[in-house]
């Protein structure tokens, strides 16, 4: 958690000013950098707040829930061009943000961490949280559980409550 906020710290005093956000939707929605890269204007649904990405890596289209201080966050960008993180140079094109990330990282103080990883992180957290392999799979888009039990060792909680509701009286 300490590492999150140093990260989304450093993130906001970026010289690329949509870095926070997109950081953000990638810890939130557990999207890939080349899905939030290449979201356009007319793929979100800000009133909805939904995006929808057009081809997963599975070949699947799927949609992302986006939060209150996401949707509160782009509705601070311009719409200027049609993609949402798009390069100054050639509008028509994803902005490539690899050096101001790796920026962020330094300032944070953060290593051996790469922009995939917050997807890992949006999983770790919706365990910890109590999410099941089932919901975890869905919010990442995982075609196969198997994609998704990494994560298992995460949710013990809710294995604890499952098996004491089913088993209270055995003696």
Not at 45 to 60: F, H, P
Request: proline content about 4%.
């Amino acid at each position: 958690h300490n590492e999150l906020e140093r990260l989304l710290r450093a993130c906001k005093t970026s010289n690329w000013p949509k870095l926070y956000i997109i950081v953000l939707m990638a810890i939130t929605t557990g999207a890939r950098r080349s899905e939030l890269t290449n979201l356009r204007w007319t793929d979100i649904e800000i009133d909805e707040q939904i995006a929808y990405i057009r081809t997963s890596k599975n070949g699947l289209p799927r949609t992302l829930p986006l939060t209150n201080k996401v949707t509160e966050e782009l509705n601070k960008l311009p719409r200027k061009h049609e993609f949402v993180f798009y390069s100054e140079r050639i509008p028509s094109k994803p902005y490539d943000f690899t050096k101001l990330w790796l920026k962020a990282l330094t300032e944070a103080q953060i290593f051996d961490f790469r922009f995939h990883d917050l997807r890992h992180t949006c999983a770790s957290y919706l365990a910890q949280g109590g999410a099941s392999l089932i919901e975890i799979a869905e919010v990442l888009g995982h075609k196969q559980i198997q994609m998704t039990k990494r994560y298992s060792h995460l949710c013990i909680s809710d294995k604890k409550k499952l098996i004491n509701k089913h088993f209270f009286d055995v003696t």
